[in-house]
């Protein structure tokens, strides 16, 4: 397969995390003969410094042009502006971006690694062995309603909208991820309040009778939140609005014991963007010591988008080599001899070659002394 693939790095620990994805990728594209071209453009607070804007419209075209994005990170702390409205602000970059693109759907998967339980600060029989996706809309919501705020600056409003439309292209990509799990959509909302939310319910109550396999659960967000720390293992697809998604997907970070593990996807009709979860980090920039999995998962599930399990697998069994070797950054192990590159290196090696793990010696472990690393 050849794929053309937009490498939008962005800022802080952005650069450093995506090479690492791209490598696991050309490791992929050498293994199974796939050509994947990539192609780096600006975007963030970088973008700002270079151009004057947070999405060039060179960036814009480019992903318009591709098979996909990998996007890193925007910094929104030093000078930037922080209103979002602001070409000067780096987050109106990846919100110019997802309108443009059509993305209205965000996968955030949210999993447990066994030997990475104690790194929670929950219980390991409350989240061993948790494994579900939460469904966050993109483009509808209170983030994008409109705004006031009167002359005295003291009465501002926030407008809450949703149509029948943005609700159900939505739902149908989670009953669809739902038959091929566990069978179980619990949507998120607050229909005991909120008008959105009571239309959220019945655009999703009436398109479920379309898949009579998949049992339909509902819970108010505030109960959903307690949920996601009482009982993380009760859930499959785990489906809500704007606000909701990007409130429960950061609580469900405590859940695997750091959002360096966390990837997403964003998907449009026929656009597709895939990144970390975390933010920029920028202290940690340049320094070696960023988790980069959560890059290298969204790589796997940009395979995955393709019809390319096998190969999406195979990135899946090297991540959970590593961290079963503890080839993992200091996010993860304090005293870890391995920064950024150095467990990057190692999940591409795996993918070249996962033969030679068969030499590989866990007691005897330092950067450049493995045949891996």
């Not at 990144?275 to 796997?300: M, T, Y």
Request: proline share 3%; net charge negative.
């Amino acid at each position: 397969m050849n794929l053309k693939i937009a490498v939008l790095a962005g800022d802080g620990i952005g650069p450093e995390v995506v090479l690492q994805a791209k490598k696991a990728l050309h490791a992929i594209g050498v293994m199974f003969d796939h050509d994947f071209i990539f192609e780096e453009a600006l975007v963030g607070a970088v973008a700002i410094d270079k151009t004057g804007t947070a999405l060039p419209e060179q960036t814009l075209n480019l992903c318009l042009n591709t098979d996909a994005v990998l996007f890193g990170t925007v910094d929104n702390k030093d000078n930037q502006d922080t209103n979002l409205n602001s070409e000067k602000s780096p987050s109106q970059g990846v919100l110019k971006l997802r309108k443009e693109l059509g993305l209205f759907a965000n996968q955030r998967p949210i999993k447990t690694y066994s030997s990475l339980v104690p790194f929670s600060p929950l219980k390991r029989e409350i989240i061993d062995g948790t494994d579900f996706i939460i469904f966050r809309e993109l483009t509808g919501g209170i983030y994008f309603g409109d705004k006031t705020l009167n002359k005295d600056k003291t009465k501002a409003t926030d407008l809450c909208q949703y149509t029948q439309e943005e609700i159900s292209r939505i739902t149908h990509l989670a009953f669809q991820a739902a038959q091929k799990r566990k069978k179980k959509v619990t949507l998120v909302d607050k229909a005991n309040v909120l008008e959105t939310s009571r239309l959220w319910r019945n655009v999703v109550q009436q398109i479920s009778l379309d898949y009579p396999e998949v049992a339909l659960q509902f819970l108010y967000v505030d109960n959903a939140a307690m949920q996601l720390v009482v009982n993380p293992k009760q859930f499959d697809i785990l489906l809500t609005e704007n606000l909701f998604g990007d409130i429960l997907s950061d609580e469900a970070s405590a859940i695997t014991g750091t959002i360096g593990l966390l990837a997403s996807a964003s998907f449009g009709t026929t656009k597709a963007l895939f990144e970390p979860l975390h933010g920029s980090f920028a202290l940690a920039k340049d320094k070696n010591i960023a988790n980069p999995i959560a890059s290298i998962v969204s790589a796997a599930m940009l395979l995955e988008h393709f019809g390319l399990q096998t190969e999406a697998n195979l990135v899946y069994q090297a991540v959970q080599k590593a961290i079963d070797y503890n080839v993992v950054t200091m996010d993860l192990n304090p005293g870890t001899n391995f920064g950024t590159h150095e467990v990057g290196t190692f999940i591409s090696n795996f993918i070249l070659n996962k033969d030679d793990l068969l030499y590989f010696n866990t007691n005897n472990v330092h950067i450049g002394q493995s045949t891996i690393v």
